[in-house]
């Protein structure tokens, strides 16, 4: 059965036993710090398992992208090695949001593998909790199991958590028995199962986890408000159970990918021979690096983007192993692409994006690899061990881009240590400044911080958010609390003020009360709710209010909001559709927005992203704002930011036509409010990510203004009129480089008449010409065009010349071939002179030059010139 069936299967199954089948989340989790990637089905419902967030549904269904490269989840060093392992894999599961417990979860697994796979019961063996008593009398009851089949294990192996804390529980894993066919089905112990299946011959394929605890930072479980259900079955694992292959990459899901590999490396895959590792890892890999990317992750040198990074050059690395000296892991992602594009159809879309940025980053990579190979060949011979220093560990890093777990990989392979400490040290400097960075991105307060001592009448009463409708509003005061720095925080029934979300700045406005009133300078969300905040004047008291957020500053804000959404559409009919937003940020002074691009763009492209927003604008399109169910919306092809947490219903804002997007902030009601845009400044803020800054409105008029007024003062200085300013400026260009052109030859002939007036004032020692003088020239380059000069002209002969050519005292030598053959060399000689006026020099036999730290003594020095020369010419007689 291949793989997509297999997958259909099962989402088909579970939607018609009341399961809602929900589309996989991105690899990026949307506001969850505790993980790098998303490594389970369950990782889009913490939220739901927590009691944090209600869904429409209690049953719910999924095929999920997870990658487990990093963190806490890190299988990167053993893809390849093994017969299972991967960095990029699909879980399928089951969840249950408080409705049916083990009982249910047990029955559907059982008759999903048995009857709907048909898969020989008496090859099924199942493991509980050791405290599990009740999941281990269901197995008995539901499927007919003795306790012979049931083995009970530790936490190790049967309690479940996504992380460190977070929802988590006793679970029951499914495993398939892979013996040898005389042996399959027969009696084992306990102790032969375990060590067994650790030898892979009895297979996990199905992990049922009870959730019924939240475990704290301190450890501590919490029983969850309903006990739920979170399963995960690995597709790739089913799939060889099903295909009767005994590695999950001999599956359909691998087997198109690496003989790609093979193709391009032009060797046969032998999975026995060691070089079958490298091809596993290029498959692997592939799929990693091809989903990754397209979920918004860029290689980088930091977070997720080094990740990305690392399984980049390990993939290189093995694929150099093979003897590839050129891109090959690109051929492999296209073949991923080509394999997976029917079930993610947006990995085809953005086909080139993600070929293109595998390219560069192997590319960069094979540009060091080699001379990498040589040093670390150099700090640990393969005849050799010991450890590899911390300072040697990171010149690999920092050079040539090795990563350090490439670093310690191959040093295993050599029996060598890695100075991990060391390392670190080393790499301390660099990491502090982004510690930095990401310390001050940080926000002032935490919301759970805030989430205490409100004073409130009714706890219950409900909020309206009125800032999509009004910016003003007649309403009271819900609730209040003082914050730490003696500010007045206040909730608001009807509430007209936009808490700062999605890269939209929070409003500023008033709140007018009876006998008080307060300056709003910061709004934040509060356990559900949107607070304001700040200074009070008067006594305040609780009651009506009249709440007014600063009109002209939202509407610039929203100008930049929707200038932004047409920016985005602008930049992917430009450039390509592999743009996609990356950050931003929407002011009433500016947009700023960051996007998925390589390179600069051309003056061209930014004028026609220009042209096509303010074309946008003057068409006056009307915006439509909907509600509407996430997986309609993004059927009907609004984006979505991948780093954004989505409920079940979403509001997208369209421009019809142009763009379409889910978004939570305020907008203009027709473009053409936007009133004009202008590009300030384009600029590359990390690997793979561009910048582009804008002005709407006012501001965009006002910078024309400016320009315009630039270009009169530029006219008015060069004496002509704006429309001639072009051709002006070619002409006093080509002036310049005429009058550059007539200097050079008038020093050329001055040059000329300095070499005779030189040689002119030449002496004669034992028959040799010599020339010891101080000129005056312009620069360095002067002076050996000097220098070049003299030697052609004396034929024979020896100069040594003083100058302060660019503010810096100099000695210069040459010598003429004969000369040199006699023994006088110009580097000798400048050596010899300039340590009479304390400088040191060197150079070639024919030309030399030295600094002088004492040019007062450069006359006495320039003095003994002939005496020097007639020593050596006596030296090379004798």
């Given at each position: 059965m291949h793989a997509d069936e297999i997958r259909t299967r099962f989402l088909q199954y579970f939607v018609r036993n009341g399961h809602e089948e929900v589309a996989s989340s991105a690899l990026v989790p949307a506001d969850d710090p505790t993980l790098l990637f998303t490594n389970a089905g369950m990782v889009q419902f913490k939220r739901v398992f927590l009691g944090q967030e209600k869904r429409a549904y209690t049953r719910a269904t999924t095929s999920q992208k997870c990658v487990r490269a990093g963190g806490k989840h890190n299988d990167l060093e053993q893809v390849g090695f093994t017969a299972r392992h991967h960095t990029f894999f699909e879980m399928l599961g089951n969840f249950s949001f408080g409705d049916y417990f083990k009982r249910d979860a047990i029955r559907f697994a059982w008759e999903f593998l048995t009857e709907e796979l048909r898969m020989p019961r008496e090859r099924l063996w199942i493991t509980v909790h050791y405290s599990d008593d009740e999941a281990a009398a269901l197995w008995e009851e539901i499927a007919g199991l003795g306790p012979e089949r049931i083995f009970r294990l530790g936490d190790k192996d049967n309690f479940w958590q996504m992380a460190d804390t977070g929802p988590c529980g006793p679970c029951s894993e499914i495993h398939v028995d892979l013996r040898p066919a005389a042996e399959r089905g027969t009696e084992v112990e306990l102790e032969e199962f375990v060590e067994r299946g650790e030898k892979g011959e009895f297979l996990e394929i199905w992990n049922l986890v009870f959730m019924q605890f939240d475990r704290d930072a301190d450890g501590v479980l919490h029983p969850l408000p309903a006990p739920s259900i979170d399963t995960g079955a690995g597709l790739e694992r089913i799939a060889s159970v099903l295909q009767d292959v005994p590695s999950n990459y001999e599956t359909d899901l691998f087997t198109a990918l690496i003989e790609r590999a093979a193709r391009e490396i032009g060797q046969p895959y032998d999975q026995q021979s060691p070089t079958g590792v490298s091809y596993r890892v290029l498959a692997d890999h592939a799929r990693a690096t091809a989903f990754l990317l397209n979920d918004g992750v860029f290689p980088s040198n930091e977070g997720r983007g080094y990740v990305l990074r690392r399984i980049l050059r390990r993939a290189v690395r093995h694929a150099w192993l093979l003897g590839r000296r050129e891109p090959t892991l690109v051929h492999v992602v296209d073949a991923a692409i080509e394999r997976m594009g029917g079930v993610y159809p947006d990995l085809l879309a953005r086909?080139?994006?993600?070929?293109?940025?595998?390219?560069?980053?192997?590319e960069r990579f094979l540009a060091t690899i080699d001379e990498g190979m040589k040093r670390f060949d150099e700090i640990a011979p393969a005849d050799r061990s010991g450890t590899v220093s911390g300072e040697d560990v990171f010149k690999l890093y920092d050079t040539f881009g090795f990563p350090l777990d490439l670093t310690e990989l191959m040093a295993a392979e050599r029996g060598y240590a890695v100075d991990v400490a060391g390392f670190e040290n080393a790499l301390e400097a660099q990491r502090k400044r982004s510690r930095e960075d990401r310390a001050a991105s940080g926000i002032a307060m935490a919301d759970d911080a805030f989430a205490d001592g409100w004073v409130m009448d009714d706890e219950s009463a409900e909020q309206e958010f009125a800032a999509y409708r009004t910016t003003e509003a007649q309403t009271e005061v819900l609730g209040y609390r003082y914050t730490d720095d003696g500010k007045l925080a206040v909730l608001l029934r009807e509430n007209p003020f936009?808490?700062?979300?999605?890269g939209q700045v929070s409003d500023n406005g008033h709140l007018y009360g009876d006998g008080w009133e307060m300056d709003v300078r910061d709004v934040r969300k509060v356990g559900g709710r949107v607070a304001v905040l700040g200074s009070v004047g008067?006594?305040?008291?609780?009651?009506?209010?009249r709440a007014m957020v600063e009109s002209p500053s939202r509407r610039d804000t929203e100008r930049n909001h929707t200038a932004?959404?047409?920016?985005?559409?602008?930049?992917?009919?430009?450039?390509?559709?592999?743009?996609?937003?990356?950050?931003s940020l929407?002011?009433?002074?500016?947009?700023?927005?960051?996007?998925?691009?390589?390179?600069?763009?051309t003056p061209e492209q930014i004028s026609e992203v220009e042209r096509l927003v303010n074309d946008a604008i003057w068409e006056n399109y009307e915006l439509c704002v909907h509600q509407m169910g996430y997986r309609d919306a993004i059927g009907r092809g609004a984006m979505a930011l991948f780093s954004e947490k989505y409920g079940d219903v979403v509001r997208v804002v369209e421009i019809p036509g142009l763009s379409m997007e889910l978004c939570g902030g305020t907008h203009v009601r027709t473009t053409g409010q936007i009133g004009g845009f202008r590009v300030v400044s384009e600029s590359g803020v990390a690997a793979g990510v561009r910048r582009v800054e804008a002005v709407t409105g006012q501001l965009a008029y006002r910078r024309s203004i400016q320009d315009r007024r630039l270009l009169r003062d530029v006219a008015t200085l060069l004496k002509t009129r704006e429309e001639n300013?072009?051709?002006?400026?070619?002409?006093?260009?080509?002036?310049?480089?005429?009058?550059?052109?007539?200097?050079?030859?008038?020093r050329a002939s001055g040059g000329a008449d300095v070499v005779s007036e030189l040689i002119g004032g030449a002496t004669a020692v034992d028959g040799t010409t010599v020339i010891a003088a101080s000129v005056e020239l312009e620069s360095a380059d002067?002076?050996?065009?000097l220098g070049d000069r003299l030697r052609e002209r004396l034929g024979s002969g020896i100069a040594v010349f003083a100058t302060a050519a660019g503010g810096r005292s100099s000695l210069y030598a040459v010598a003429t071939d004969d000369l040199i053959q006699?023994?006088?060399r110009a580097d000798e000689l400048i050596r010899e002179i300039a340590a009479m006026a304390g400088g040191k020099g060197g150079g070639k036999a024919h030309m030399a030059q030295a600094g002088v730290s004492a040019p007062e003594r450069l006359p006495e020095a320039l003095g003994r010139v002939s005496e020097i020369v007639r020593a050596k010419l006596a030296q090379s007689a004798g």
């Open positions: 086909r080139d994006h993600l070929l293109g940025t595998t390219r560069r980053e192997e936009y808490a700062e979300s999605g008067g006594t305040f008291r609780p009651g009506p209010v932004t959404h047409l920016l985005h559409a602008a930049l992917r009919r430009v450039l390509g559709e592999h743009v996609f937003q990356q950050g929407v002011s009433p002074e500016r947009l700023r927005f960051d996007f998925s691009h390589t390179g600069p763009m300013l072009l051709p002006r400026a070619e002409a006093l260009l080509q002036e310049n480089r005429e009058l550059a052109r007539q200097l050079e030859k008038a002067e002076a050996r065009a006699r023994g006088v």
